[in-house]
């Protein structure tokens, strides 16, 4: 029975409503049976009239679009009154109700997801289609790994009429890039957003997070985040590489879906370099610096044939005296000018502060100030960053 006693309608086109499934701001989804096709499907109806000519460029952009990443849509209906998207009904488990099950997505696992998410996605920019709303509650996971977006809902073609008023700004706030703000979303705006969902799944967490929608904004637009080895510290290369190249507060110098894509298509070299690490770096101590460098020749001329784009094999030499050379990480507390660093030996340091170290070392300190929460930080010296800026939260009295 459907759970909705306004609901007068009972069959769209043939299909049988049979249970409502999701809701949103426009309308209602219902799990419907077409028993003349033998077929289950997605009825979407619109409720809210204001939205009859967003809804109808929702169909006509899902319309366009075919890849076995993406729910089919099969029809638009009107009947009465209210348009309504007929579309594939899709088995599984929504990818919020994946996250809040485990807590957090493995690294195997998440890899499987977000390759088949860029692959979409690089389809769609392909066909000039920002999605605009890449967040885990519009995709699905079916029984055998297949994911599936599903919702088109703010969509937009390069040739789309303009159905924002000025002044507004379309998206979840949590995944938005910063150039969304100004109203400048372009095709690199979803790879942010799918950057942000590649450090939700495999860490459990956000990467930017505050308690009101202005300080959020703020830590969005300066890129602030914790480096996700961190709190996964054996993340693999690929989800590191998306992370970091995704959350760029410049489009241009963020990664493209079909860049990811490639990323994931392209195991060969990858596979090389990690085979080259495990190999070399044990045991190029054992052997004479003439051999060393007839062996290191040999292994780029052999691997140069990758067709891998852009990927280039770099040795590793943990002799290097720049892996041992110190580098500094300044730390600061946004906004207050009265803050200091507590470390575990009970000493303090005025903010800002540097601290100092070789690559992969780690600092724990607690950032105290007077009339806000102490906030407990780990921080990992990493030539990715040269800084880390903190928000601390008021004491209410």
């Known amino acids: 029975m459907i759970n909705n006693t306004d609901f007068t309608i009972k069959e769209v086109a043939g299909y049988r409503l049979t249970e409502r499934i999701g809701s949103g701001g426009m309308g209602e989804v219902y799990k419907a049976y077409n028993s003349s096709l033998n077929r ?12 009859a000519e ?11 679009v075919s890849h076995p990443n993406i729910a089919h849509l099969y029809e638009y209906v009107a009947f009465g009154d209210k348009p309504g998207i007929i579309m594939e009904y899709v088995e599984g488990e929504s990818l919020d109700s994946l996250l809040r099950r485990k807590g957090k997505v493995s690294i195997e696992e998440t890899e499987n997801i977000i390759r088949q998410i860029a692959a979409a996605l690089a389809y769609l920019h392909k066909k000039d289609i920002m999605h605009r709303d890449i967040k885990p509650q519009n995709f699905k996971i079916q029984a055998d790994g297949t994911v599936k977006m599903l919702d088109f809902g703010i969509a937009k073609h390069k040739y789309s009429p ?9 998206g979840t706030l949590e995944y938005l890039a910063p150039e969304q703000f100004q109203q400048q979303a372009e095709l690199k705006s979803d790879t942010w957003a799918l950057a942000v969902m590649t450090y939700e799944l495999v860490t459990g ?3 930017f997070e505050a308690s009101n929608p202005a300080t959020l904004r703020a830590i969005i637009t300066k890129g602030i985040f914790t480096n996700p080895q961190i709190l996964v510290p054996d993340i693999s290369l690929k989800l590191s590489t998306i992370i970091d190249k995704g959350l760029r507060i410049n489009p241009a110098s963020r990664i493209a879906a079909a860049s990811i894509e490639d990323m994931f298509k392209h195991k060969k070299a990858l596979e090389h370099l990690h085979a080259y690490k495990m190999f070399w770096v044990p045991f190029k101590k054992l052997l004479l610096p003439g051999l060393a460098a007839i062996a290191l020749i040999l292994f780029f001329i052999f691997y140069s044939k990758s067709n891998l784009p852009g990927t280039k094999i770099i040795p590793v030499d943990n002799n290097k005296s720049e892996m041992h050379e110190g580098k500094k990480i300044k730390i600061t507390a946004l906004g207050i000018d009265q803050a200091e660093l507590i470390f575990p030996d009970g000493s303090r340091k005025q903010l800002p502060h540097e601290v100092e170290g070789k690559e ?3 600092f724990e300190f607690i950032i105290h100030a007077d009339g806000y929460i102490d906030k407990k930080v780990e921080v990992v010296i990493t030539p990715h960053r040269s800084s880390y800026e ?8």
């Open 40 to 51: 289950f499907a997605a009825v979407k109806v619109l409720y809210q009239k204001d939205y």
């Open 54 to 64: 967003r809804f109808k460029h929702e169909a006509y952009i899902q319309s366009s």
């Open 162 to 170: 303009k159905l924002t008023q000025s002044g507004f700004v379309v």
């Open 205 to 207: 967490y956000m990467p």
């Open 360 to 362: 992969g070392d780690m």
């Open 390 to 397: 903190y928000n601390l939260s008021k004491i209410n009295n």
